[in-house]
Nanobody, 128 residues
């Protein structure tokens, strides 16, 4: 059982930057794909970025490519999502989720919300 906790959500001005963190416990972190997802009220859950257990495979949605960077530190059981050039369209509840990899060197493409474990979410607000 992988337990995930997000942090870092905040109010940020348009054009600003924010870093989210997802910390895992309860199971060997390096065996899990970790993804960041967001869902605004009335919208479908969007897979924003995903990273494989060894960090070699990374996925970004077209809406964040070039602005967001996902990274992981397995020694600290943490995945970060560095977000920049934030706009009102990025305001959402961001959740991290974990999927146990069926094999090593797992390719995270495509990244979907078919994940095994979910955190509670952290809210990002973009407003002047």
């Amino acid at each position: 059982q992988l337990h995930l906790v997000e942090s870092g959500g905040d109010l940020v001005q348009p054009g600003g930057a924010l870093k989210l963190s997802c910390t895992g416990s309860g199971s060997p972190f390096e065996y899990y794909v970790i993804g960041w997802f967001r869902q605004a009220a009335g919208k479908e859950t969007e897979a924003v970025a995903c990273i494989s257990g060894n960090g070699r495979s990374i996925y970004y949605s077209d809406s964040v490519k070039g602005r967001f960077t996902i990274s992981r530190d397995n020694a600290k059981s943490t995945v970060h999502l560095q977000m920049s050039s934030l706009g009102p369209e990025d305001a959402d509840v961001y959740s991290c989720a974990g999927l146990e990899e069926p094999y090593s060197d797992y390719d995270v493409h495509p990244c979907t919300n078919a994940m095994d474990f979910w955190g509670q979410g952290t809210r990002v607000t973009v407003s002047a």
